[in-house]
């Protein structure tokens, strides 16, 4: 039989899992994926923990113990959401000693409230990492305006970091400068940048939705032709701007020193519209050294019936700036595609968050079912 997973693995993308649960992890499901799926890494955010603890009668017996101490909400969704982190940490634990550090990484968010607060987004992740308490974390942090510092910080305290929410290449430009300046705070700090990782969590399918919806609007011919093509066009111009920068004599210098580099890591890869193939934004997004974190539908249609194409990025880059040529033709403001991008996606996971909130809090009054 076809291995297709373990073809995607071998063209150097690393298959992450976009889910977790205390399920998953009870059940062994988790370990399953990573021993028969070639599952080297889990990512998590506020509607996935939403999910979860809404969903499921594993939390009870936390719950009840939770209540008993009278604990905070905030607190007690911390302590429940980081004790499914670090047990999926164990999990991935093999896969991290594998790579030496560069797989087998759990992703934890800091509090979705404080995207635009960068001095409590510090100090959320270094809680965050001192509570997990595992070398193969990562602490998510946005990559809003107020974000870009914050990631700076906390990878120069040693800290690894997922940067999340990413839309626009300007954006991912100034996510790399940010990681570059944290690994060089780091080495002043002393810190062994062999131990520290971080992945740039850039998301595909959400920029077709919000493109095609106006691309709709327009309604012309032009503009339905170039449907389904803005998000992975603007994913490959995401990678040739990562092998520009991990290009520099600037990189080179903190790579002397034993740095990863910071992965680009494609997100929100299952497919919004049922006219796209369901395994598009793997297929399409294949190239060294990246990440392709799916939720397990998506693992198991590619796994089924995916076609692993050897580098379909880089051969493609031409091709990605016409697609901008043409949506600016059309009538298309990509700059503000991607600014209602990035305000959603902190809305949404805010919105989770404080549904999360309200959930557990009347768990607790209650001391009893999730």
Request: aromatic letters at 6%; glycine letters at 6%; zero cysteines.
């Amino acid at each position: 039989m076809t291995d297709r997973l373990a073809e995607l693995s071998a063209q150097g993308v690393a298959v992450w899992l976009d889910d977790l649960s205390r399920v998953r992890l009870t059940s062994g499901s988790l370990d399953k994926m990573r021993r028969e799926q070639h599952m080297v890494g889990v990512t998590t955010n506020p509607s996935i923990f939403q999910k979860a603890l809404s969903d499921a009668d594993a939390y009870d017996e936390q719950v009840k113990d939770l209540a008993a101490q009278r604990v905070t909400v905030e607190e007690a969704v911390r302590l429940m959401t980081a004790a499914d982190v670090r047990a999926a940490a164990d999990v991935l634990r093999p896969a991290y000693d594998a790579s030496s550090g560069v797989d087998g990484r759990v992703s934890i968010e800091v509090d979705p409230r404080k995207a635009h607060e960068t001095a409590s987004t510090i100090a959320e992740a270094k809680t965050l990492w001192w509570l997990v308490d595992r070398p193969n974390v990562f602490i998510k942090i946005p990559a809003t305006l107020a974000g870009l510092p914050a990631i700076t910080a906390v990878l120069g305290a040693g800290i690894s970091v997922n940067v999340t929410l990413i839309f626009s290449l300007e954006r991912y430009r100034a996510v790399m400068d940010a990681f570059l300046a944290g690994l060089e705070q780091a080495k002043a700090n002393g810190h062994d940048l062999s131990k520290i990782g971080s992945v740039a969590s850039f998301f595909v399918s959400r920029v077709d939705s919000e493109v095609d919806k106006r691309l709709d609007k327009i309604g012309s011919d032009e503009a339905k032709a170039l449907k389904g093509k803005a998000a992975i066009a603007n994913a490959r111009l995401a990678y040739e701007a990562y092998e520009e920068v991990f290009g520099t004599e600037r990189w080179t210098a903190l790579k002397e020193a034993g740095a990863h580099p910071q992965r680009p890591l494609w997100a929100s890869t299952s497919t919004k519209n049922p006219d796209f193939p369901d395994t598009i934004y793997v297929e399409e997004l294949i190239a060294p050294g990246t990440v392709n974190t799916m939720p397990e539908s998506v693992i198991v249609a590619f796994a089924d019936h995916g076609t692993v194409k050897p580098n379909s990025i880089t051969d493609n880059y031409a091709d990605a700036k016409k697609v901008f040529a043409d949506l600016a033709a059309v009538g298309i403001d990509f700059d503000d595609v991607v600014k209602v991008l990035e305000e959603e996606g902190v809305e949404k996971f805010d919105a989770s968050w404080k549904e999360l909130l309200e959930h557990v809090d009347k768990s607790l009054k209650a001391g009893s079912s999730v």
